[in-house]
T-cell receptor
Framework: GAGVSQSPSNKVTEKGKDVELRCDPISGHTALYWYRQRLGQGLEFLIYFQGNSAPDKSGLPSDRFSAERTGESVSTLTIQRTQQEDSAVYLC?????????????FGPGTRLTVL | QKEVEQNSGPLSVPEGAIASLNCTYSDRVSQSFFWYRQYSGKSPELIMSIYSNGDKEDGRFTAQLNKASQYVSLLIRDSQPSDSATYLCAVSSGNTPLVFGKGTRLSVIA
């Protein structure tokens, strides 16, 4: 079956512009997670959604970052007024639920470059 | 603050040797433990999970868990150059997202 998909795969933008990154989770997965991974670094948790509950935004680094999810489907991560330090790979993952970590799978990521 | 600690490496082992990757975690109520493999430029993929004390074997991989010591490890037997990657330890406490370590970079030398 289809895995987690993300688009675009690569995004180059100029400093100060807004960007939107998209994630399509595995069908039936109620939990969806966003992570950031800077070059050579570990995974940095940003936000997660579980069903219709309020998202856990505790990892968002600043108010320039926001995310939305439509029901238990697509999610978009928006970064406003991008800065060079936002350059990273943004990874999305989904799982059947947050308590079913054994079903967590990652998408291929979006590589964001801010010039 | 829940923490998962790993030695960043690189850990270099010769081909055919046993690679031993270690991880400690801070949250005593942690229930589930996972190892992900991440090749350079790729996303992490789940390779092992373990839930109870002891060893769990899957092919050349063995995960070991010691909850009293808050320690989990991954052994790779007969290491191959294709095993060269970063290995991420992740810990779950139930109804909260996985907490990931920063990963250990493994290099298997042919």
């Amino acid at each position: 079956g289809a895995g987690v998909s993300q688009s675009p795969s690569n995004k180059v933008t100029e400093k100060g512009k807004d960007v939107e990154l998209r994630c399509d989770p595995i069908s039936g997965h109620t939990a969806l997670y966003w992570y950031r991974q800077r070059l050579g670094q570990g995974l940095e948790f940003l936000i997660y959604f579980q069903g219709n509950s309020a998202p856990d935004k505790s990892g968002l680094p600043s108010d320039r970052f926001s995310a939305e999810r439509t029901g238990e489907s697509v999610s978009t991560l928006t970064i406003q007024r991008t800065q060079q330090e936002d350059s990273a790979v943004y990874l999305c993952a989904s799982s059947l639920s947050v308590s079913r970590a054994d079903t967590q799978y990652f998408g291929p990521g979006t590589r964001l470059t801010v010039l | 603050q829940k923490e998962v600690e790993q030695n960043s490496g690189p850990l270099s082992v010769p081909e055919g040797a046993i690679a031993s990757l270690n991880c400690t975690y801070s949250d005593r109520v942690s229930q589930s433990f996972f190892w992900y493999r991440q090749y350079s430029g790729k996303s992490p993929e789940l390779i092992m999970s373990i839930y109870s004390n002891g060893d769990k074997e899957d092919g050349r991989f063995t995960a070991q868990l010691n909850k009293a010591s808050q320690y989990v490890s991954l052994l790779i037997r007969d290491s191959q150059p294709s095993d060269s990657a970063t290995y991420l330890c992740a810990v779950s406490s139930g109804n909260t997202p996985l907490v990931f370590g920063k990963g250990t970079r493994l290099s298997v030398i042919a």
